[in-house]
């Protein structure tokens, strides 16, 4: 089968202790990684991961190495329960992917496992929405979208030359537009929050343009995740339509408690694209029942047929190195879940 697989994860994984007190030695997070990549193999996943053991920032790690790119403190909407904020990208001059990023992160990856080697980086929208327009360097937006989109095209092809055949966007943009207090933060920062949505679909399809034959291209959504906290709240109904026509193959949504809305916007997905439902939480160590998870896939069925559904934890254990409010063993648990779970499904 081709990914997404009926049991799939987002990507990131909680640290071990040992790599969190060594978080930067390359040793460390070479062991840290075959480690992980045994024990995901073990359970059963088809998708493998590195969980993102070399990053700080699910999103910065891989944005920062954009030629054209900075950061600064976040002076927008925040993560409830936390005082420490993740920064937030801005763009301070023209964008070029001016050198490989995280392709040897890749590379090692691929050469540790006989599985699909599954890479995450942040979708293109990420260069933009949380500081806006009043973020962005450059006079002409236009030019901005275009060379945002070129940026992708070339890390796409890197990826691609060196093996990758399941790459994700990460993308928190599409859900957090379901949010009015977001939305008027968009406003804040001179952008228009209606016409955002088919902004950003544009510019991932045109990121998309000459992807290399066999790579699955796959976007996750989700409303924030830092340290078990959230940000944004609302159903996907007002973003569905723009988001689902994006040209990926396949979405990972966001669907583990009432703040995410309902089933019914997947009506709008595009025939024979997948769907991969988040509906175990990475949030909380509480196990979900595996009846209760079928249940709720046979809801999403009244919207998307069986064939085309998947199964997931709503979003990555540990975003950030912080990583998030459970155990490594409940983390695991979870996961031996999914694929449980995905077996009785689809067997």
């Known amino acids: 089968m081709k990914p997404p697989f009926r049991a799939d994860q987002v990507g990131s994984l909680l640290r071990p202790a040992y790599l969190t007190a060594a978080r930067k030695d390359r040793k460390v997070q070479d062991r840290a990684i075959l480690e992980a990549i045994g024990r995901q193999e073990a359970i059963g996943l088809e998708s493998i991961t590195d969980g993102e053991f070399r990053r700080d920032w699910w999103h910065l790690d891989f944005l920062a190495q954009i030629e054209g790119v900075g950061a600064r403190v976040n002076p927008g909407p925040k993560f409830g329960g936390t005082?420490?904020?993740?920064?937030?990208?801005?763009?301070?001059?023209?964008?070029?992917?001016?050198?490989?990023?995280?392709?040897?992160?890749?590379v090692f990856l691929k050469s540790n496992t006989?599985?699909?080697?599954?890479?995450?980086?942040?979708?293109?929208?990420?260069?933009?929405?949380?500081?806006?327009?009043?973020?962005?360097?450059?006079?002409?937006?236009?030019?901005?979208?275009?060379?945002?989109?070129?940026?992708?095209?070339?890390?796409?092809?890197?990826?691609?030359?060196?093996?990758?055949?399941?790459?994700?966007?990460?993308?928190?943009?599409?859900?957090?537009?379901?949010?009015?207090?977001?939305?008027?933060?968009?406003?804040?920062?001179?952008?228009?929050?209606?016409?955002?949505?088919?902004?950003?679909?544009q510019t991932i399809r045109d990121s998309l343009k000459g992807r290399p034959a066999g790579m699955t291209i796959a976007m996750h959504t989700c409303r924030g995740n830092f340290k078990s906290a959230w940000v944004a709240e609302g159903g996907y109904e007002p973003v569905a339509e723009a988001?689902?026509?994006?040209?990926?193959?396949?979405?990972?949504?966001?669907?583990?408690?009432?703040?995410?809305?309902?089933?019914?916007?997947?009506?709008?997905?595009?025939?024979?694209?997948?769907?991969?439902?988040?509906?175990?939480?990475?949030?909380?160590?509480?196990?979900?029942?595996?009846?209760?998870?079928?249940?709720?896939?046979?809801?999403?069925?009244?919207?998307?047929?069986?064939?085309?559904?998947?199964l997931s934890p709503q979003c990555g254990f540990s975003s950030t190195h912080h990583g998030n409010q459970l155990t490594q063993d409940e983390q695991w648990k979870k996961l031996e879940r999914v694929v449980q779970t995905a077996k009785e499904i689809w067997s």
């Open 114 to 201: 006989k599985k699909t080697a599954k890479v995450t980086i942040p979708s293109p929208s990420m260069l933009h929405l949380r500081a806006g327009r009043a973020g962005i360097a450059y006079r002409d937006m236009d030019e901005f979208w275009s060379d945002a989109a070129a940026v992708y095209r070339d890390a796409i092809a890197a990826f691609a030359k060196a093996g990758c055949t399941y790459l994700q966007l990460d993308d928190v943009a599409f859900a957090y537009l379901c949010d009015p207090k977001i939305r008027e933060a968009c406003r804040k920062n001179g952008d228009d929050p209606d016409t955002l949505p088919q902004r950003y679909a």
């Open 83 to 106: 005082e420490e904020q993740p920064p937030i990208p801005i763009v301070t001059g023209k964008l070029r992917y001016a050198k490989p990023i995280m392709v040897d992160d890749f």
């Open 243 to 310: 988001m689902f026509s994006s040209g990926v193959d396949a979405f990972f949504m966001e669907f583990d408690t009432e703040r995410a809305g309902g089933f019914e916007p997947l009506r709008f997905v595009p025939k024979g694209k997948k769907v991969v439902l988040g509906i175990v939480s990475s949030k909380t160590g509480i196990l979900e029942n595996s009846d209760s998870l079928k249940r709720r896939v046979d809801e999403a069925t009244k919207y998307v047929p069986l064939e085309d559904l998947c």
